[in-house]
């Protein structure tokens, strides 16, 4: 069984676009994330959910905008999107309640955004 | 804020051994992890230190210094699978995420 799934694995769009991106995890984790990782393979956090509840929200622009309809699921909706907006976006998850710090975090394997 | 620093490429030969270093500056610590991440897939899960010394998992070990700010990730016994990029992480100033370093690409040759 997968841990963390997403879809879709590409997604080919162009700018001014509204996408989603989804997540699930079957790990019964209390926490859930989605990071950015772009072409120099820099991974950064965008958002972080635990329980339901937004826990950490960095300074990503707010046509960005994660959706948790329950504790498994954590979706990924952007708004008019830009050219700089291309990269890969990882969901992943991890116990506890503290941004997955001394917890393992399982990543699901990403999505492969293009915005031409 | 935190900063995470590492080199950026690591090249060895089948068989030997490496060293990834990683150097942090944080306000309030919380522990380092490091990850694997191979060409096209996901970052995985490889150890974490929240304490000094040196945590060992198969020919993986990875080791830190509070005082130094300081961590090392080893690779013993390379094989060719172990070329990915590696990477440090610690967790942000709150304690709620984790904030990685920027990657060491290790090649791997035979």
């Known amino acids: 069984d997968t841990a963390v799934s997403q879809t879709p694995k590409y997604l080919v769009t162009q700018m001014g676009n509204d996408k989603s991106i989804k997540c699930e995890q079957n790990?019964?984790?209390?926490?859930m994330y989605w990071y950015k990782q772009d072409s120099k393979k820099f991974l950064k956090i965008m958002f972080s959910?635990?329980?339901?509840?937004?826990?950490i929200n960095e300074t990503v622009p707010n046509r960005f905008s994660p959706k948790s309809p329950d504790k498994a699921h954590l979706n990924l909706h952007i708004n008019s999107l830009e050219l700089g907006d291309s990269a890969v976006y990882f969901c992943?998850?991890?116990?506890?309640?503290?941004?997955?710090?001394?917890?393992?975090?399982?990543f699901g394997p990403g999505t492969r955004l293009t915005v031409t | 804020g935190q900063s995470l620093e590492q080199p950026s490429e690591v090249t060895a030969v089948e068989g030997a051994i490496v060293q990834i270093n990683c150097t942090y500056q944080?306000?309030?610590?919380?522990?380092l992890s490091w990850y694997q991440q191979h060409d096209g897939g996901a970052p995985t899960f490889l150890s974490y230190?929240?304490?000094?010394g040196l945590e060992e998992t198969g020919r993986f070990s990875s080791f830190l210094s509070r005082s130094d700010s300081y961590g090392y990730l080893l690779l013993q016994e390379l094989q060719m699978k172990d070329s990915a990029s590696y990477f440090c992480?610690?967790?942000?100033?709150?304690?709620?995420?984790?904030?990685f370093g920027k990657g060491t690409t290790l090649s791997v040759s035979s």
């Open positions: 992943a998850s991890s116990q506890g309640t503290s941004g997955g710090v001394g917890y393992e975090q399982y």
């Open positions: 790990l019964g984790h209390d926490t």
């Open positions: 959910y635990n329980n339901k509840e937004l826990i």
């Open positions: 944080t306000s309030g610590f919380y522990g």
């Open positions: 230190n929240a304490l000094d």
């Open positions: 992480a610690t967790a942000n100033q709150a304690g709620t995420a984790l904030i």
